[in-house]
């Protein structure tokens, strides 16, 4: 695998620092930038990556996915540090535990839209020309079964502890096909890493995230097309298209 220049948001907790430790394990010569809210959470999480024995370049990028003025100051430290970026991991989110018709609720449901929907199309946006000059460039979202419409009507999931969240992912999916419409040198991808225990969901989770984070590898090392634009997961060691 050739060497690239990889952010992931959200990166240095749960999921998204899963994310980073497996992919810098497999793949020590690409350059991690761990796009973080604040820099001192990044310089703690490369710390740990370090006392791991994870010998990649690592780099904090502080963003604030629901801030456009911290969005373009993130895209313009990238260019200026590193010049180009080859893939963006939409990673970043959130999820509240509330119900319709509590107080809040509509609140709520405005918050989570913008973090997991319009974020997502704000922060890919900001990086499009970085990505651009990319001789195969990526944007992969984490998103999950929830977002599956099929599955959701299908009986196979049962009900959430977040309707927004559910909402938010489906809507994610829409937002990345149509996105892939407008850049279509661009590899849009969206990846189910599973119900992992992380802080996001109090540790309830069946998954371990390294084990989650399996599926951002295969995508990310797949330099042959094997694995087109689609909906990914991976269970029992292969990779399979989640149906819309």
């Known amino acids: 695998m050739s060497s690239k220049i ?30 973080v809210r604040k820099f001192s959470s990044g310089e703690e999480a490369i710390s740990t990556l370090r ?4 010998t990649a370049t690592f780099s904090p990028i502080e963003i ?4 456009d003025t911290s969005i373009a100051f993130a895209a313009s430290t990238v260019e200026s540090k590193f010049g180009q970026l080859d893939i963006l991991i939409n990673n970043a989110a959130v999820a509240e535990l509330i119900k319709p018709g509590v107080p809040g609720f509509r609140e709520s449901c405005n918050r989570t839209l913008d973090a997991n ?20 460039p ?10 599956s419409v099929y599955r959701q009507t299908h009986s196979e999931l049962p009900p959430t502890a977040s309707i927004p969240y559910s909402i938010s992912k489906m809507a994610m999916n829409i937002a ?11 590899l849009f991808q969206a990846a189910s890493p599973g119900h992992c225990k992380t802080a996001f969901n109090g540790f309830r989770g069946t998954k371990d995230p390294l084990d989650g984070a399996e599926v951002v590898v295969r995508l990310v090392e797949d330099e042959e097309g094997r694995f087109s634009m689609g909906f990914w997961e991976l269970e029992e060691g292969e990779m399979r298209s989640v149906p819309w």
């Open 64 to 67: 604030d996915i629901t801030s």
């Open 6 to 35: 990889i952010l992931v948001t959200g990166a240095n907790r749960g999921i998204g620092f899963a994310i980073v430790q497996r992919l810098a394990t497999a793949f020590p010569q690409n350059t991690y930038l761990l796009g």
């Open 138 to 147: 990526k944007v992969i979202n984490i998103s999950s079964a929830r977002g």
């Open 51 to 54: 006392a791991q024995g994870l």
């Open 176 to 186: 990345m096909l149509e996105m892939a419409k407008l850049e279509p040198k661009v």
């Open 117 to 136: 929907v319009t974020s997502f199309l704000q922060v890919t946006s900001a990086f499009l020309s970085l990505l651009h000059l990319s001789a195969s």
